[in-house]
């Protein structure tokens, strides 16, 4: 019977070693190195992680080569057609879609608890005006931390489900509280009689009072397609495994850091342009081109091996034929083109770019497709999001994905403190 190990040989002194190879219920099997520094006194050198798997998980499952996205074992397509973002959460948390009964106690759950604690929002007082929001969040997450002290027994969960239930509730209110810090104007409190995603848009653009605007055709209401669409982004946003921002919070989490303060640090991680900082400079390089006869010029650029212009919202670590996010909303978007006047110079730009990077022989070849960032962007716009509250969009829908990982963190007797080793290579 063929043994499920894998043998490697030093070639310079011809001894070998053997590893247990660990088979996956999907996906790629990995090899059980744990002892390899031990058994040979040599480390591996895999700078960004690009063949290491860190951990266990049995939360999200990613296939980049098919474009497959799952979480807890459900498609991506099905959750976002069929499930809101909240049915999303409960899964994530619970490991299983709710009943009807549980839908309703945790949306009123999760509505109760989105209220911001007095203290905390005079702390938005000491940012300086037009402090971007993503400094401001991860700063009030992190003051969070102070608030609460309780509920961090991982044997117990119902506390560490009310510790996860509260941040994935505050963190609209707190996005909101740092957009209208951004811009001086009054804060909006949660509504408790709105939905999560109805009332974080509420909370965005009402009018002191919790009035929603007078405009030239009566009261500017919320749209229900905006509504739709803002909670299709943040389930398609809810996690994504061991991306850069969750590494972090792991990382942190194996410290023994309050989770918030993990919360913070990926809330921190995310805001690069190389990760989910790249849906704000999407938009301000589609801004950039300014013109459709411009885009030629661009394409040109990023391809040039002597330039380090890159296309923003093109290209993914994991996903090597189409990122399933972006297909899904390509065609929400497309759905959309109509009710939320989507037909702009922005959005012709937009196509252009779209229309060529997918021709080209540069981007064919080196399998660079438009991902999340690039559509999302575009949405957000339409909704009249603006730039600087892409990422923490994108914070609000990702915060479930964090808190989970970090409780099956927590809950893995084999985790570890993140201690790397290194290469040295100075005198
Ligand atoms: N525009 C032009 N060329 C690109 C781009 C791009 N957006 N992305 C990668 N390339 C090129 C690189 O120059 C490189 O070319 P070479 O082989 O001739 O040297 C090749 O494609 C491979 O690029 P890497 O940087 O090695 O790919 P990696 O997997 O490490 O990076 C990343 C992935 C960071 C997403 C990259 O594609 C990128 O910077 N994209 C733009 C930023 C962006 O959209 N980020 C959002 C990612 S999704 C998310 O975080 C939610």
Do not use: F, L, R
């Given at each position: 019977m063929p043994k499920n190990t894998i043998t490697l040989t030093n070639?310079?002194?011809?001894e070998t070693y053997e590893y247990n190879i660990l088979q996956a219920t999907r996906g790629p099997s990995v090899v059980d190195i744990r002892s390899f520094f031990a058994d040979t006194g040599m480390f591996t050198y895999d700078p960004g992680f690009t063949s290491t798997a860190a951990c266990e998980s049995s939360i999200t499952f990613i296939d980049g080569k098919k474009g497959e996205l799952r979480y807890r074992g459900i498609a991506i397509e099905d959750l976002a057609k069929n499930h809101s973002y909240l049915e999303v959460c409960f899964l994530l948390l619970n490991k299983r879609l709710p009943a009807k009964d549980e839908l309703r106690d945790f949306d009123l759950e999760i509505r109760h608890r989105a209220y911001l604690h007095n203290g905390l929002q005079k702390l938005f007082d000491a940012f300086p005006d037009n402090a971007h929001p993503m400094a401001t969040l991860s700063a009030s997450v992190t003051a969070l931390a102070s608030f609460y002290k309780e509920h961090l027994d991982i044997e117990n969960e119902d506390e560490y489900l009310e510790m996860a239930h509260r941040i994935i509730s505050k963190i609209p209110t707190l996005a909101a509280f740092a957009y209208r810090h951004s811009l001086g104007i009054p804060y909006i409190q949660p509504d408790v009689d709105l939905s999560f995603t109805k009332n974080f848009l509420t909370m965005m653009r009402a009018y002191p009072g919790g009035k929603m605007h007078l405009c030239a055709s009566g009261h500017e209401h919320i749209k229900d397609v905006e509504v739709r669409a803002l909670d299709t982004i943040f389930t398609l946003h809810a996690d994504h495994e061991q991306n850069a921002s969750t590494t972090v919070v792991r990382g942190v989490a194996s410290t023994g850091a309050h989770p918030y303060v993990a919360i913070s640090s990926g809330i921190s991680a995310l805001w690069g342009r190389a990760h989910g900082g790249a849906n704000e400079s999407v938009i301000a390089q589609l801004e950039h081109i300014?013109?459709?006869?411009?885009v030629e010029a661009f394409i040109k650029k990023a391809k040039?091996?002597?330039?380090?212009f890159r296309l923003m919202g093109f290209g993914h670590r994991v996903y090597k034929n189409f990122d399933p996010r972006a297909k899904i909303l390509k065609s929400l978007q497309d759905e959309l083109r109509e009710e939320l006047n989507l037909d702009s110079e922005l959005m012709a730009i937009a196509r252009k770019v779209e229309d060529i990077a997918l021709s080209d022989e540069y981007f064919i070849s080196r399998n660079l497709y438009p991902n999340i960032d690039f559509y999302s962007g575009v949405i957000l716009t339409a909704l009249k999001i603006p730039k600087s509250m892409f990422t923490p969009i994108f914070v609000i829908g990702r915060t479930v994905g964090w808190i989970t990982q970090w409780i099956e963190f927590k809950k893995d007797k084999t985790s570890k403190i993140a201690r790397p080793r290194q290469l040295y290579a100075g005198e």
């Open positions: 070639n310079a002194t011809g300014g013109s459709v006869e411009n040039d091996p002597n330039d380090d």
